[in-house]
């Protein structure tokens, strides 16, 4: 696994007040009726299932915006694959805020951990292939600095994080700019001369288009039908024919069914959305423990 970074709050503290706001409105009526301002509490955070852990400190702080006495004690790593049962963290604070914040830190982190539980799979089932695994942009509007925190956390890389940051041709480009020619040659114009330029294809005559035209890495798009991935290993085989260096990166429909055949077409990266857009959330408990 990468190095982890951690996030700078500044980040993704708006996204836990949001989600808080939208939960407790002008507030949680429940809580307020039945339990004592004063009451105190602990709580413990429950894995209920295998699972691989990401993002405590999004539930951590979730709880520590209602109230920054709370004591958090966090007993698990970020990227440590834990058992059910295990107590990911443990929460010493008013039981109001524990009852209010549960729904939100939960949320979270149920959807995050399942983000990094699939990528530690797909990212173990390829292990030992010469070959990357890469998140993409169809992430959660609003989450998409922690799904994408949530990859790496289970092993595999971040791709652009947004359309700032590197620059991707894609179909609907090209058919503006008129070809991919014309679409490489402004692109060329336009950024500096250490970024590289990727080109989206999809058939061999767009393979042989962009590879005239320069392009320094060629996004192999919708090549795998099903499990089948004969018709990646043609364009590869044509491409690095064509010139032996280009960076070749497989994208469309890569999902844990057929990964490890994509992986073993000869291409240098895979990129799949099914990380972020088809991760089922984990199942996570909180279980509260009075003084």
């Known amino acids: 696994?990468?190095?982890?970074?951690?996030?700078?709050?500044?980040?993704?503290?708006?996204?836990?007040?949001?989600?808080?706001?939208?939960?407790?409105?002008?507030?949680?009526?429940?809580?307020?009726?039945?339990?004592?301002?004063?009451?105190?509490?602990?709580?413990?955070?429950?894995?209920?299932?295998?699972?691989?852990?990401?993002?405590?400190?999004?539930?951590?702080?979730?709880?520590?915006?209602?109230?920054?006495?709370?004591?958090?004690?966090?007993?698990?790593?970020?990227?440590?694959?834990?058992?059910?049962?295990?107590?990911?963290?443990?929460?010493?604070?008013?039981?109001?805020?524990?009852?209010?914040?549960?729904?939100?830190?939960?949320?979270?982190?149920?959807?995050?951990?399942?983000?990094?539980?699939?990528?530690?799979?797909?990212?173990?089932?390829?292990?030992?292939?010469?070959?990357?695994?890469?998140?993409?942009?169809?992430?959660?509007?609003?989450?998409?600095?922690?799904e994408k925190y949530a990859v790496k956390a289970g092993g595999a890389h971040n791709h652009r994080f947004g359309l700032f940051d590197g620059v991707l041709i894609k179909d609907n480009h090209i058919a503006i700019a008129g070809s991919i020619k014309n679409a490489v040659e402004k692109a060329r114009q336009s950024v500096h001369h250490l970024m590289k330029i990727q080109v989206e294809v999809s058939n061999t005559q767009e393979i042989i288009d962009a590879l005239e035209a320069g392009a320094d890495s060629l996004l192999l798009d919708n090549m795998v039908e099903g499990n089948n991935v004969n018709r990646l290993k043609t364009a590869v085989d044509l491409a690095q024919g064509i010139n032996p260096d280009i960076i070749l990166e497989a994208s469309g429909g890569i999902t844990p069914d057929n990964l490890v055949q994509t992986a073993s077409t000869g291409v240098h990266q895979i990129s799949s959305g099914y990380l972020s857009h088809s991760a089922p959330s984990v199942d996570i408990s909180l279980r509260i423990d009075m003084q």
């Open 1 to 146: 696994m990468d190095k982890l970074n951690p996030i700078d709050k500044r980040f993704y503290l708006p996204i836990i007040q949001s989600a808080i706001e939208e939960d407790i409105g002008h507030g949680d009526i429940t809580t307020d009726a039945i339990i004592p301002l004063d009451t105190m509490a602990t709580a413990r955070i429950l894995a209920k299932q295998d699972l691989v852990v990401s993002c405590t400190f999004v539930a951590e702080d979730t709880f520590k915006l209602l109230d920054p006495t709370a004591q958090i004690d966090i007993n698990v790593k970020e990227g440590e694959v834990i058992s059910e049962g295990t107590a990911i963290l443990e929460i010493k604070a008013r039981a109001r805020v524990i009852l209010s914040a549960e729904r939100v830190a939960l949320n979270l982190l149920q959807r995050l951990c399942g983000i990094t539980t699939v990528t530690h799979n797909m990212v173990e089932s390829i292990k030992g292939l010469d070959v990357i695994l890469l998140d993409t942009r169809k992430t959660t509007p609003g989450l998409r600095i922690l």
